[in-house]
């Protein structure tokens, strides 16, 4: 198994969701994990950094909008480090909704 494949399963299972067909290439089930209330795109690099993108982020966004649930990226950074990037807005009423 590949290590995008690991973590897009990784994810599935922390997150409680499930991974997509083809990893989100079906232009009709876009994302790599959906759960109940995200979409979340998987990236992994071998590099101890990661940008994320305008175009990147736009993508996920508006996949997430489409699905009506929150965007999501997580990232696994080369020495093993993740992180998960949220916007400001959808973390803050996420959190406050809780």
């Not at 990893?23 to 876009?30: K, T, Y």
């Not at 101890?48 to 929150?70: D, H, N, P």
Request: glycine share 8%; charged share 30%; hydrophobic share 35%.
């Amino acid at each position: 198994m590949k290590k995008w494949q690991k973590k897009e399963k990784k994810d599935s299972v922390l997150f409680g969701g499930h991974t997509m067909p083809r990893s989100g290439g079906l232009w009709f089930m876009p994302g790599d994990v959906r759960t109940e209330e995200f979409l979340i795109d998987c990236k992994t690099t071998d590099k101890q950094s990661f940008s994320v993108t305008s175009k990147m982020w736009g993508k996920i966004y508006s996949e997430a909008l489409k699905c009506r649930k929150l965007p999501c990226l997580s990232v696994q950074l080369g020495d093993g480090t993740e992180v998960v990037v949220l916007d400001k807005n959808d973390f803050s009423a996420f959190f406050k909704e809780k």
